[in-house]
Each structure stands twice: as structure tokens, then as C-alpha cells.
């Protein structure tokens, strides 16, 4: 399978790696200059799981790269995934599968503006990552990495790349409702991960103060009524008891947008509780806490000189 990734942060290089181990044709593409020349000149060192390793991996901006792939991986973040399709076009054919695991949500419908329905792959992962330097990455976990197909009728294609990914070590599973994943996962991040970032604490300290249940409840209500206009049932009060499940495994972590803010890095806010706020409205009632939620980050950004 001739695989590009278009984006090859954290997520881009651990996947590009696994999939590039196990002996498939893997280009990665990028735009940072730095991260660029490093891999090209010393290969791209990473460690999985603490497991130090180098590989000599293709890489280049789009424009360097003339090929047409089977399948694209979108590693991008969530803002940066329109102009990288825009970058990437010359390399799609009427076949190229496009797989997209970004955090957020309204992807699939800007993902259509490029490539038939039948071949857009949504999912998630549990898949973690970081950047240490230009070239030097971690990748961490043990998956799944859940995927389907947009157009149900087209299940096939897909079952290919979920077995490449089961054969690399990524573990990939054919999911059922990748849309109840991805908006659960819009869930936990549009509550402790824009909490945390504007409380500046960590997720055990947010789940130790007095606000947090009635905090999560609001979220989750937003999120879940949006949800059900697209026909995904979100039940709050599990998906509040997931939180707090999920709260108590990670413990003392800082969340990925804490993490953003604190690097000087636009955060996903837009495609999380901003996206909610404004699908609420494009359909006629309100969501005030992902409203507010949203203008606070924006706010913090803006603070931090962060340009937008
Ligand atoms: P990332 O920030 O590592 O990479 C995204 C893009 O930003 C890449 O093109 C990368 O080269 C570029 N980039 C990163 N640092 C840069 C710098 N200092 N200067 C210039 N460019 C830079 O993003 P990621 O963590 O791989 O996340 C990709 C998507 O996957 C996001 O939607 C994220 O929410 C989601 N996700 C991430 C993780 C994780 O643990 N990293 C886990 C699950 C989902």
C-alpha cells in the first residue's frame, strides 16, 4: 500500500513509523522547515513505548512531492487541515482513501469538499505522542486506532487499511459508530482539556474541585444535543461517569491543549466546543458554556500573543 502522511507531528511520525517497520511505502509531508531537513539528513529517531529506534523515512513539502497514493493520513491539527488538503490535491486520484483520526469535529464535511464520500475514513486513537525536537519524536500506547467508512457501502477499502494498521502494530479495528467515538471524544476533551487549560491545573486537580460535576453536566448537555441534530445519542449522565473514569486513570496530566497554550500554540478550541457552540446556533438554540468556553481560550490566546 503506497501510504502518504500529511502532517508529521507526534501522530504523523508514530504512524508513519509503525506502518514503515512493517515494510509498506510511507511518505511523510510537512511544512516545518526544521523537522524537515533533520529527518531528511539523520532519518527521524523516535521512541515507542521508551524503545529507542531511527528509520530513513521519505519526506518533503507538497509541492516536492509529484506521486499519487493509495492512502493519505491526515496528521495535521484540526485548523490546519483545509490547506493541507488544498497542498495535497496533485496527489489524490479517484481512489485515494483519505484517513482522518484528528481530534474535533466537522472534518468529514471538509474532507468531502475534496474526495468522494466513499472513500473519507473517520476515526479516532488512543494512540499518544510528542514532539522532543526537529526530528525526534515519542509515540506511545497501544491503540485501537477505530476506524469506518463514510459511505457504509464501501466497508471493503476500509477493512484493507484497518488490516494494514493491525499488522503494523497499530492496532486498527473496524468500528460500528465511529460517530458516537468521535463525539465522545469531543466530550472529554471539550470539558477537562478546555478546563484545565484555562484553570492552569492539571486533570486530578480539576476533578478535585467543588464546580467540576456541574461543570461537566452543562458541557456534556451542549455537546450531547448538538450530537443528537446529526442523530449520535450522547446519554449525559454516562458520558459525565466516563469523565470521571477517565479523570482517575490519567491522574496528574496536563491536557494536550494546556499543552498548546503553554508552547505559545493555537489550540483545536473551534472544532471542540466552538464547533458545538456554533452548530447550536446555525440551528436555533444556545449553547452558552461552549460559547464562553470558546471566547476564554480565544481570549488566553490572544494574551499569550498567539496568532490565529
Ligand atoms: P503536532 O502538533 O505534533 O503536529 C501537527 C503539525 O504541526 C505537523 O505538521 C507538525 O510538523 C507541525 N508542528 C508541530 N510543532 C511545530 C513547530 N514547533 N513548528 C512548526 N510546526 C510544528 O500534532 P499531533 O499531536 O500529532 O496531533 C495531530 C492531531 O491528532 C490533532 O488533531 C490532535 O488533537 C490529534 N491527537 C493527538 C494526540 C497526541 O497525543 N499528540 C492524541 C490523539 C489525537
Not at 475534496?114 to 526530528?135: E, F, H, R, S, V
Request: proline residues 2%.
Amino acid at each position: 500500500m503506497k501510504i502518504a502522511i500529511a502532517g508529521s507531528g507526534a501522530l504523523g511520525c508514530g504512524f508513519g513509523y509503525m506502518m514503515k517497520k512493517d515494510g509498506n511505502d510511507v511518505t511523510l509531508i510537512d511544512f516545518w522547515d526544521d523537522h524537515i531537513n533533520a529527518i531528511k539528513e539523520n532519518g527521524l529517531s523516535i521512541t515507542v513505548n521508551g524503545k529507542e529506534d531511527n528509520v530513513i523515512i521519505p519526506i518533503g513539502k507538497p509541492e516536492e512531492i509529484k506521486d499519487t497514493f493509495d492512502t493519505v493520513f491526515i496528521f495535521t491539527k484540526s485548523m490546519g487541515l483545509r490547506q493541507m488538503l488544498e497542498k495535497i490535491k496533485h496527489m489524490l486520484t479517484e481512489d485515494t482513501k483519505v484517513v482522518c483520526l484528528l481530534n474535533g469535529l466537522g472534518h468529514a464535511k471538509t474532507i468531502s469538499e475534496y474526495i468522494p464520500q466513499k472513500n473519507i475514513i473517520m476515526g479516532t486513537t488512543l494512540w499518544t505522542g510528542g514532539i522532543d525536537a526537529p526530528g525526534k519524536t515519542h509515540f506511545m500506547g497501544e491503540g485501537p486506532v477505530e476506524v469506518q467508512n463514510s459511505d457504509e457501502n464501501e466497508e471493503e477499502g476500509t477493512r484493507e487499511v484497518v488490516k494494514m494498521m493491525a499488522d503494523c502494530g497499530l492496532n486498527g479495528v473496524y468500528s460500528q459508530n465511529v460517530n458516537f467515538t468521535t463525539w465522545r471524544k469531543a466530550c472529554v476533551n471539550g470539558t477537562m482539556n478546555a478546563l484545565c487549560s484555562l484553570l492552569d491545573c492539571n486533570i486530578k486537580e480539576l476533578f478535585e474541585t467543588s464546580q467540576i460535576d456541574q461543570l461537566n453536566k452543562k458541557i456534556v448537555s451542549e455537546f450531547s444535543r448538538v450530537a443528537e441534530t446529526e442523530g449520535v445519542h450522547i446519554d449525559v449522565e454516562e458520558t459525565v461517569n466516563y469523565l470521571k473514569g477517565t479523570a482517575e486513570k490519567v491522574g496528574e496530566h496536563y491536557p494536550s491543549m494546556h499543552q498548546d497554550l503553554k508552547n505559545k500554540r493555537l489550540t483545536e478550541i473551534d472544532f471542540l466546543n466552538g464547533e458545538v457552540a456554533k452548530q447550536a446556533e446555525a440551528k436555533g438554540f444556545e449553547a452558552p458554556y461552549s460559547q464562553l468556553i470558546t471566547q476564554l481560550i480565544h481570549a488566553k490566546e490572544d494574551i499569550l500573543g498567539i496568532k490565529r
